[in-house]
């Protein structure tokens, strides 16, 4: 497996890390890529009946590498759109993983970061850990993932969310229904342990059709929304906007539509 995510199992526990820790674990085009073939290849493993979700080092996952989304914005139009569909194609095999998916959210989760979040079953969260859907402030938009995201947090919180890209805390995370149970560091594997072993007293085969039936109940097909969201994140990142959004974000200055704090 590749090594920018590390995969350990004990006994049905299956534990996917994402190992990219001297970037924050940012979203590389190989993270994507084996994260995908990864949850895709669950579908056929009856030897793991739980997935725990984390990150290596001190974030969970800090959105699409920069730098690889600054060259984005110079690739074909159709190059765009493929690489926004298998962002979206991760999210969904993510989501409709069969085996319940734990996210053990050990620090900051930014953008696509964020998006994986939403796509996790049940969700634990170190109190210290940010989260934010930052794009419109690097002049894109969270595309992609928003399918995702707005299953979990609703058109309203979404507005807000989307429209400021401010980082928020954990426990405001919790009230907006993105995660579940935010917890002190000391406690976060205790915590992740306990739904894990609640987690083991469930029917898999029944846990599988849960997770079918509550997608067949409570959301429209996200997949219809595939083209749409993948050819709106090719437009946003070859736009003006996205172009200084993403040379302010690494020359660490401001964009030209941000203005300074009003300090009142």
């Known amino acids: 497996m590749s090594d920018v995510i590390e995969l350990q199992q004990h006994g049905s526990v299956l534990t996917v890390a994402l190992n990219r820790p001297e970037s924050h674990n940012a979203m590389s085009p190989q993270m994507i890529m084996a994260l995908t073939a990864v949850f895709r290849d669950l579908r056929q493993r009856e030897d793991v009946r739980i997935v725990v979700l984390t990150g290596n080092g001190r974030s969970f996952c800090a959105g699409a590498d920069l730098n690889y989304m600054r060259a984005a ?7 765009n759109i493929r690489d ?13 993983c069969p085996q319940p998916v734990v996210g053990r959210i050990n620090g900051a989760a930014i953008g696509g970061g964020a998006g994986l979040v939403s796509c996790c079953d049940i969700t634990v969260v170190v109190d210290r850990a940010k989260f934010a859907f930052s794009e419109a402030r690097l002049g894109i938009i969270p595309a992609v993932i928003s399918p995702f995201v ?21 426990e405001r995370a919790r009230q907006v229904g993105l995660v579940q149970h935010v917890v002190a560091a000391i406690d976060l594997d205790k915590v992740v342990q306990e739904r894990v072993s609640q987690l083991l007293q469930a029917a898999p085969g029944a846990q599988a059709a849960v997770k079918q039936l509550i997608q067949q109940v409570a959301y429209q097909p996200k997949t219809a929304v595939r083209g749409y969201t993948a050819n709106m994140i090719a437009q946003r990142r070859a736009s003006d906007e996205g172009r200084e959004g993403m040379s302010a974000f690494l020359e660490k200055r401001r964009p030209v539509w941000q203005e300074e704090p009003n300090h009142v």
């Open 150 to 170: 707005l299953a979990k947090i609703g058109p309203n919180n979404g507005r807000e969310l989307f429209l400021t890209g401010e980082r928020f805390s954990a």
């Open 73 to 79: 914005a110079d690739y074909s139009f159709a190059d």
């Open 84 to 96: 926004g569909e298998a962002i979206f194609d991760l999210m969904v095999s993510v989501e409709n």
